[in-house]
């Protein structure tokens, strides 16, 4: 202090705090020496306190104080003796050391902060519970979730896998909605070929019987497709009725009732004649019959143009060229139809 040896009343105030409160002394002791008043032993710290000052780490040791670690025992003496006294006030103590103002708001800080210190304390515990506790919590969450990744990517591949199934549900389902389809088509189809078994039985008889009379049958075909074809309707019945007596005269076997349209006719055939014009009476199909049938070039009277309808919408398809002997370019349309073939 600036008083070196002396003792000055308010510099005295503020040695007692520095012995309570220094770090290197560690609560050092006042000395015990007679009050000039009384007689009485009394604490007296300004020799302590000189040797505080002398020490040459004493600021290193203001710094480097531990001011979270205070002794009780330090604070409540530092209450009871040198707070309350009147005299431990910065700004009286700065009239008789600017050193000792420094202490005291050193030693009032130092108290301060412990009062705040043990208000903050349970506080800062508390806080540093919660955030060990909090980072206990963070670890379990970043577990659950890893855990939560990992279902969810089981999930994932298990939703893959249920979309596939669904789509192989769906084709197996398609599969047995066309099947189902396909087997109630054959029942029907059974169903309605067993109708037929009678018909087919009886066309069985009769191609059986069909088979043994085939000769003769094509026989009388052959004379009418080459013979009756000039003639008429009841000329030809007539002759085939004697050509039948004929071959069964000779022990051929032929129908007794014989029929050109049955022997060389066919169903399909003849429906398309009729869609082109042919006329469905059986002296007209016999007719065709024998067109269709004969090696030499027919001649066909037709005064109501049935046969002309019918061959031209017949031979439409094939280019047919129609020319008459008064044309100037009759030859040569004959020419190119049989040069390329064309009717």
């Known amino acids: 202090m600036n008083h070196g040896g002396q003792n000055p009343n308010r510099s005295m105030v503020v040695v007692p705090g520095q012995c309570l409160s220094d770090p290197i002394t560690q609560d050092v002791k006042p000395d015990r020496v007679p009050d000039p008043g009384t007689g009485r032993m009394t604490d007296d710290y300004w020799g302590p306190s000189k040797r505080i000052l002398g020490d040459l780490k004493f600021l290193e ?3 480097q104080f531990d001011k979270d670690h205070i002794p009780v025992r330090v604070i409540k003496q530092l209450e009871e003796k040198i707070l309350p006294d009147e005299n431990f006030d910065p700004d009286k103590v700065k009239t008789a050391s600017s050193a000792a103002e420094g202490l005291c708001k050193w030693v009032l ?9 043990k208000v903050i304390a349970p506080k800062r515990e508390a806080l540093e519970k919660a955030q060990a506790e909090f980072s206990v919590a963070m670890a379990a969450l970043e577990i659950k979730r890893a855990q939560l990744r990992e279902v969810e990517e089981k999930l994932s591949k298990l939703e893959a896998v249920l979309e596939e199934n669904k789509r192989r549900y769906a084709n197996l389902q398609a599969e047995v909605d066309e099947n189902t389809k396909q087997l109630q088509r054959a029942e029907e189809l059974i169903g309605g070929l067993g109708g037929e078994r009678e018909r087919w039985d009886t066309t069985a008889k009769s191609l059986g019987e069909r088979y043994f009379t085939l000769t003769g049958d094509v026989l009388l075909a052959s004379g009418v497709v080459a013979y009756l074809g000039a003639f008429t309707l009841q000329f030809r019945m007539e002759q085939t009725k004697n050509w039948v007596q004929r071959v069964a005269e000779l022990g051929m ?3 007794n009732n014989f029929s050109l349209t049955e ?3 066919e169903a399909v055939v003849i429906r398309q004649w009729n869609i082109f014009g042919l006329p469905s009476d059986s002296f007209s199909v016999d007719n065709a019959i024998i067109i269709k049938n004969a090696r030499r070039f027919p001649l066909m009277i037709d005064p109501q143009g049935q046969a ?4 031209k919408n017949m031979e439409k398809a094939n280019n047919l060229s129609i020319i008459r002997l008064t044309q100037s370019d009759y ?3 004959l020419e190119n139809a049989i040069q390329f073939g064309q009717p």
């Open 263 to 265: 022997i060389l006719g």
């Open 331 to 333: 030859g040569r349309i």
């Open 109 to 117: 800080a130092i108290c301060k902060y412990d009062k705040v210190a």
């Open 308 to 311: 002309n309808k019918w061959v």
């Open 61 to 63: 040791s203001l710094v």
């Open 253 to 255: 076997i032929c129908s």
